[in-house]
């Protein structure tokens, strides 16, 4: 069965380092979409890509974040310079068109110290 | 007002009981309605999917929608312990700019034992 991969699986970086999750969408999939949970809160979502370039974004994804579709199969987030409060479970999902479901991948753990 | 509230629980059950899991909104404009299920450290992982008001039964699942209330359930029939995990409801819609982001509850972590 087709699923979202994400990698790492965890990682650890120290504050006002830079960072990048990778995640790899299901294959015929053209919407993708970062989400993050912080310990015990709610998920939440950042942004939402398509066709190259963001479609929707929210208060949490500010000039220190970015996306990027490097290639044709690759969705990757960045975090320029990582704060203490950023530690959470990123969370890649992807949808084959707007309205359908979107499916998550396993979520990468930042932790940043 | 939250946009969507859910009772996070604990909630505990014995195998084989009917569990009964429930989510609010304020937002008259969210179109579709999700249960997704989370094991602990692991992505959300889709349920049930519906759109419109009323049941959509898919297997011991029961997706409940009642948009003049604004208010979702899940029922699980015969729960398993394999049933213990955090069930988050999420909803979502085109309108105010919104593309389809999803709008998470909090999670009710549901513990089924044996």
């Known amino acids: 069965e087709p699923e979202v991969t994400q990698t790492p699986s965890h990682q650890v970086t120290q504050m006002g380092q830079e960072v990048i999750l990778r995640c790899v969408p299901i294959?015929?999939?053209?919407?993708f979409y970062w989400y993050r949970q912080i310990l015990g809160q709610k998920v939440e979502f950042l942004v939402s890509?398509?066709?190259?370039?963001?479609?929707?974004k929210s208060e949490i994804f500010d000039d220190q974040f970015s996306v990027e579709r490097p290639d044709g199969s690759n969705f990757t987030l960045k975090i320029r310079s990582t704060k203490l409060e950023d530690s959470a479970m990123y969370f890649c999902?992807?949808?084959?068109?707007?309205?359908?479901?979107?499916?998550f991948g396993a979520g990468t753990r930042l932790s940043v110290l | 007002q939250k946009e969507v509230e859910q009772d996070p629980g604990p909630l505990s059950v014995p195998e084989g009981a009917i569990v009964s899991l429930n989510c609010t909104y304020s937002?008259?404009?969210?179109?579709?309605f999700m249960w997704y299920r989370q094991y602990s450290r692991k992505g959300p992982e889709l349920l049930m999917y519906?759109?419109?008001?009323g049941n959509k039964e898919d297997g011991r699942f029961t997706a409940q929608v009642d948009k003049s209330s604004k208010y979702i359930s899940l029922f699980i029939r015969d729960s398993q312990p394999s049933d213990s995990a955090t069930y988050l409801c999420?909803?979502?819609?085109?309108?105010?700019?919104?593309?389809?982001?999803?709008?998470f509850g909090k999670g009710t972590l549901l513990t089924v034992n044996p």
């Open positions: 999902a992807s949808s084959e068109s707007l309205e359908r479901f979107q499916y």
């Open positions: 294959s015929n999939h053209l919407y």
């Open positions: 890509f398509y066709n190259n370039e963001i479609s929707e």
């Open positions: 937002n008259s404009a969210f179109q579709y």
């Open positions: 519906t759109y419109s008001s």
């Open positions: 999420a909803m979502t819609s085109n309108s105010g700019g919104s593309n389809y982001k999803l709008t």
